[in-house]
């Protein structure tokens, strides 16, 4: 007996032991990230849903938001500014919901707190939705098959994809006025991207900081042969008139002045495209016509 209680008692001295040898900065994680600020440092009062923080999304968003469906995504750079941005509200976790690209940008969406979507900022948008400061500048890329080459001169004479309600669409239509009869219009990236490996078209046009994601996922066989400059950014959505719109504003462009934004951009971006977006070629809109 003398020997069990002495056994269980130099057992609980190094559980004891353990405990206080942890390090006291332990990260702090949501999901596989790492957060740099601190939980509740800009605290939200009124949640979309009360007790929690709802984050929407449209997939798929390969990098930005790394699996198909919001209980397999775990990290991305669009994952783990969203965990950021919850953390800093004063959460330990946030709901991803998953929505149409459509609804979401025309803003049919509700009972939500932000959407983070690789949105970019329009005037039009802004008209149903409001949006966060910027946090990320992205043009317009032009992803063809590595096989059938297409440059700047012969994308007018081609067919080209885009995704609907898209400012790869819009562009595409009134700035290269390639006619309705030459475009084919999807509704979302994975259907763009499945018609162009298929050779149903021969160019795919969105953002460029997408288009070299999926360079990157199919190891060439795609490529981007150029970008136009649009100096467009990309902006979180909020509800219209949206109570914590301003605190998360706030939240929003500490993440950008902490150097927190550059370090998610370094990790997930630029690291997995392998080049610096600015050495893509520019392409000229005037070419061909």
């Given amino acids: 007996m003398e020997l069990t209680k ?26 596989n990230c ?24 449209s997939l798929p968003a390969p990098i930005w938001w790394n699996g198909d469906t919001p209980e397999t995504i775990k990290d991305g750079m669009e994952y783990c500014f969203a965990a950021e941005i919850a953390w800093r509200a004063g959460y330990d ?9 459509d609804p979401l940008v025309t803003g049919q969406v509700t009972d939500f707190d932000l959407a983070i979507s690789e949105i970019s900022i329009t005037d039009e948008r802004k008209k149903v939705v409001d949006f966060s400061v910027p946090y990320f500048g992205s043009d317009i ?5 590595a096989d059938a080459p297409v440059d700047e001169k012969s994308i007018k004479q081609k067919t080209v994809g885009v995704q609907q309600a898209t400012t790869g669409a819009t562009f595409v239509a009134d700035v290269l006025k390639i006619p309705a009869g ?16 298929a050779g149903q078209i021969d160019a ?13 996922k199919t190891k060439g066989q795609h490529v981007v042969a150029g970008q136009y400059k649009t100096g467009e950014s990309y902006g979180a959505i909020y509800p ?21 934004m550059s370090k998610l951009a370094d990790k997930y971006l630029a690291a997995v495209w392998g080049k610096d977006p600015a050495k893509v070629p520019y392409f000229n809109v005037d070419a061909g016509s």
Avoid: C
């Fill in 182 to 197: 030459q475009t084919q219009v999807y509704p979302d990236q994975g259907d763009m991207f499945t018609a162009l490996a």
């Fill in 93 to 101: 976790k946030f709901e991803l919901v998953n929505v149409g690209w």
């Fill in 34 to 57: 790492e957060l740099s600020g601190k939980k509740g440092s800009i605290p939200i009062t009124n949640p979309a849903k009360a007790g929690q923080f709802t984050v929407v999304v």
């Fill in 6 to 31: 002495r056994s269980f008692l130099a057992a609980a001295a190094l559980a004891v032991l353990a405990h206080f040898s942890m390090p006291a900065n332990a990260a702090d994680m949501i999901g």
């Fill in 240 to 260: 219209k008139g949206g109570a914590n719109n301003a605190t998360l504003d706030k939240i929003i462009q500490s993440i950008i002045d902490d150097g927190t």
């Fill in 204 to 216: 795919a046009v969105t953002d460029t900081s997408i288009v070299l994601a999926e360079e990157v």
């Fill in 141 to 145: 890329g032009v992803l063809v098959r």
